[in-house]
């Protein structure tokens, strides 16, 4: 059976979402139908059937299993976020580096973060630590942007989460200048933001950016480093790397990684 498969939800209800080989295509609906039986919350099984894309980072599913509602709340380190995986773009693995970056956040810091989907990096981090000032969570998925208003509600974060629909590039305008800390939790094409990050930070704000890194550049952080300091280079602005880290694998000699540094 295949072991690759993630679950999102709770114990009440949860979908899971499963990567099926070709040599185990013919046997889809039978690894579906043992994963609900295995894990008893799972009520739909949905098969990958594409890579993220387009400007909602969404992919195209099949429901192998269950029920076709795939609207779940997830639980995570205290807090709730309702989604439909179908419909937004959220990875249920990356919540233990949703709770390290709000582990790093100071009191009366303002938070950007871009790309925000439904939500999580923005709750995690007024949860953790509820002495921020405010948390701009911009993202151009009205979907998702409903979503992360009803998941505002539900944490109560209303005095402490600005939600904003629209693109980094125009939404972001308006906090030029003013952010401690801006996160860019989108891996495949970041790059092209770093300005707009740039343009957001104070001077000495802490700028955490993700990419892809590949282990054949005998480097994973190379690719990563390149454009922050291709984007630095030309807007003639300074920089300083505090942290790199591999986020995840994300394939066999690919992983996510994270470059944090400060804007001098």
């Known amino acids: 059976m295949s072991k690759s498969f993630d679950i999102i939800g709770s114990k009440e209800k949860s979908v899971a979402i499963v990567e099926i080989s070709e040599e185990e295509g013919n046997r889809e609906k039978e690894i579906a ?10 009520k739909s099984v949905l098969k990958k059937e594409s890579h993220r894309k387009g400007d909602y980072r969404t992919r195209r599913y099949a429901i192998l299993a269950g029920d076709e509602n795939t609207e779940v709340v997830h639980r995570e380190h205290g807090y709730f976020l309702k989604l439909d ?49 405010k948390i701009i969570s911009v993202e151009i998925n009205p979907i998702a942007v409903e979503y992360m208003k009803h998941n505002i509600r539900i944490n109560r974060l209303s ?5 904003a629909l ?21 891996p ?18 802490t700028i955490h950016f993700y990419g892809w890194g590949n282990k054949a550049d005998g480097d994973v952080f190379l690719a990563a480093e390149k454009s922050v ?17 591999v986020v995840l694998p994300y394939a066999p000699g690919r992983f996510k990684v994270c470059i944090e540094f400060n804007v001098l």
């Open 159 to 163: 005095h402490k989460v600005v939600p």
């Open 85 to 133: 995986p179908q419909k937004v773009y959220f990875s249920s693995r990356e919540g233990t580096e949703r709770q390290r970056i709000a582990n790093c956040v100071e009191p009366g810091e303002l938070v950007m973060v871009m790309f925000a989907g439904v939500g999580p990096y923005a709750i995690a981090i007024a949860k953790t630590q509820p002495d921020v000032k």
């Open 33 to 42: 139908n043992k994963i609900m039986k295995e894990n008893k919350s799972v």
């Open 188 to 205: 495949l094409g970041a790059e092209s933001f770093l300005d707009i990050a740039v343009k957001c930070a104070k001077i000495g704000a």
């Open 229 to 245: 300091n291709k984007s630095l280079k030309k807007m003639g602005r300074k920089y300083k790397i505090i942290k790199k880290r």
């Open 166 to 186: 629209g693109d980094v590039r125009e939404i972001c305008k308006k906090w030029y200048g003013e952010c401690d800390r801006i996160l860019m939790p989108l």
